[in-house]
């Protein structure tokens, strides 16, 4: 009679484990969809923010080729050197939106995650504030190796309008 009384009470006790774990799982569940949402979330604001900064930089792009053409205008320079000025601004605040949307993310889920990944995501934010110092060297490498070619307009160190 014993060894039944025993044989129930671990097998309820087993039910109830099992139940328990069951629900423990389907909170965890909850959570990994709840996590994911959120990281969907972040990259539709960080696709956003990209396409802000893809915008300035055709700006960027518009704003040179104006600079390079009033180069050979003395008053010309002075609103090229104001619209570059503005663009630097606009790329800055975008830069800056954008750096300031992927922390403040990213801090919130660190914190709904209780500090389990927050040591991979300060490593990964570093890794992409690297690989971004990095891209911003090579576009200007590009910009100075592109632009170092011999200019067809000057003859014999004179501009080719005087020797006409």
């Known amino acids: 009679m014993l060894t039944l009384w025993l044989t129930a009470a671990s097998v309820a ?17 909850r ?16 696709g956003a923010a990209a396409a802000q ?14 600079v390079q053409r009033q180069l050979d205008d003395a ?23 954008l750096s300031g949307v992927l922390s403040e993310t990213t801090e919130r889920y660190v914190a709904k995650s209780g500090g389990k990944y927050q ?18 060297f090579w576009q200007t490498k590009r910009k100075e190796n592109r632009n170092s070619s011999a200019c067809p307009d000057y003859v014999k160190g004179h501009a080719s309008k005087e020797n006409q």
Do not use: N, P
């Open 75 to 97: 008053s010309g320079m002075l609103k090229s050197v104001q619209r570059i000025g503005e663009t630097v601004d606009h790329t800055t605040r975008a830069i800056s939106a």
């Open 31 to 46: 959570k990994l969809v709840q996590l994911i949402k959120a990281a969907e979330a972040m990259e539709r604001h960080a």
């Open 119 to 136: 040591r991979h995501l300060s490593e990964a934010l570093d890794w992409a504030e690297v690989g971004y110092t990095a891209w911003q």
């Open 13 to 29: 006790a087993f039910v109830m484990l099992v139940l328990g774990v069951l629900l423990w799982l389907r909170s965890v569940d």
């Open 53 to 66: 900064t893809c915008e300035l930089m055709e700006a960027a792009s518009k704003t040179l080729k104006t």
